[in-house]
């Protein structure tokens, strides 16, 4: 059974710092990893999809990487903005569906 | 192209009673996935159709189920109630569903009283 785990779960930073969000999961069997972001009771938005065969993806000041082996996935986020305050989950794909983190929540302090 | 769109948004409904949520998924995209959200559980997967046929399934109660029209959108069913049930349903629709890249309505947010 696949177990995603997300840290830290709560982060607070000053705009304009770089950040490194953590994902684990206990299956490597996966097909993908997609990251959302979620703002509160919202749904969720798209940000990045990866393939199991890639090793990273980029968009914009977004960058996630993925080490299939390991059960690992960063999201890195560069100068931070006010604007990216919100919840990021992580979400490896089984059989036909996404298995989903806790999430981080993020504030970034204007 | 519209997104997911989900009806309605917002709903209050009784214990015991039974629910309808429907999603239309974007234009073309023939996978649809229902999610519930709640604080202490989080995200979890409900079950996925494409065309039509159920591929996968969560580890839901039979009071939960769900169908998919021969234009791809989809309802989900919830019967009697639970104070438990109540959550922000999320649908997700992808093009194949391999998975492929999915994407969110705005979610229908359940209050069971």
């Known amino acids: 059974k696949q177990e995603v785990t997300q840290i830290p779960a709560a982060l607070s930073v000053p705009e304009g710092e770089n950040l490194v969000l953590n994902c684990s999961f206990t299956d490597s069997a996966i097909y993908n990893l997609q990251w959302f972001r979620q703002d509160p009771g919202k749904g969720l938005t798209s940000l990045l999809l990866i393939q199991s065969s890639q090793r990273e993806q980029t968009s914009g000041r977004l960058n996630a990487s993925l080490d299939k082996s390991s059960g690992r996935s960063t999201l890195y986020i560069a100068a931070s903005q006010p604007g990216d305050s919100a919840t990021y989950l992580c979400a490896p794909s089984g059989t036909y569906k996404y298995i989903f983190g806790t999430g981080t929540r993020l504030k970034v302090l204007a | 192209k519209a997104g997911v769109t989900q009806t309605p948004r917002y709903l209050i409904k009784t214990r015991g009673q039974q629910v309808t949520l429907s999603c239309s998924p974007i234009?073309?995209?023939?996978?649809v996935s229902w999610y519930q959200q709640t604080p202490g559980q989080g995200l979890q997967f409900l079950f996925e159709y494409f065309s039509e046929t159920q591929r996968n399934k969560g580890n839901f109660p039979g009071r939960f189920s769900g169908r998919q029209f021969s234009n791809s959108r989809s309802e989900m069913n919830v019967s009697t109630l639970e104070l438990g049930d109540s959550a922000l349903y999320l649908c997700?629709?992808?093009?194949?569903?391999?998975?492929?890249?999915?994407?969110f309505g705005p979610g229908t947010r359940l209050t069971v009283t």
């Open positions: 234009s073309g995209h023939r996978s």
């Open positions: 997700a629709s992808s093009y194949f569903g391999e998975p492929g890249e999915q994407y």
